[in-house]
């Protein structure tokens, strides 16, 4: 059974940090494109960071330079460290992992609320 677990979430004042966890069971995360996504209420769910098999990390406008994805290998858990966070941030932060080789896989955790206020 495959599962994907977040934690690190939390409130904390403009201008300070988090770093969120993704613990992966089931799959091995390095065989798949991993991605951060958030959803405030309202607003469609949003890909913030992500990152391909090879390594290769992407990121939305709004968190360039900020936000910053990592993966341990080793021990099946992907990172977003979020700096410099702002109210805007304040959203369900979920992971996800995707693949279509050799079977289309796509598999979300439930997510992690962060809450960004003074």
């Known amino acids: 059974q495959v599962q994907l677990v977040e934690s690190g979430g939390g409130k904390v004042q403009p201008g300070g940090s988090l770093r969120l966890s993704c613990a992966a069971s089931?799959?091995?995360?390095?065989?798949?494109?991993i991605g951060w996504y958030r959803q405030s209420p309202g607003k469609m769910r949003k890909l913030v960071a992500g990152?391909?098999?090879?390594?290769?990390?992407n990121y939305d406008d709004s968190v360039k330079g900020r936000f910053t994805i990592s993966r341990d290998n080793a021990n099946n858990v992907v990172y977003l460290q979020m700096n410099s966070l702002k109210p805007e941030d304040t959203a369900v932060y979920s992971c996800?992992?995707?693949?279509?080789?050799?079977?289309?896989?796509?598999?979300w955790g439930l997510g992690t609320q962060v809450t960004v206020a003074a």
């Open positions: 996800n992992a995707a693949r279509q080789t050799p079977v289309i896989e796509n598999f």
């Open positions: 089931g799959i091995t995360i390095a065989d798949y494109t």
């Open positions: 990152m391909t098999r090879a390594g290769s990390a």
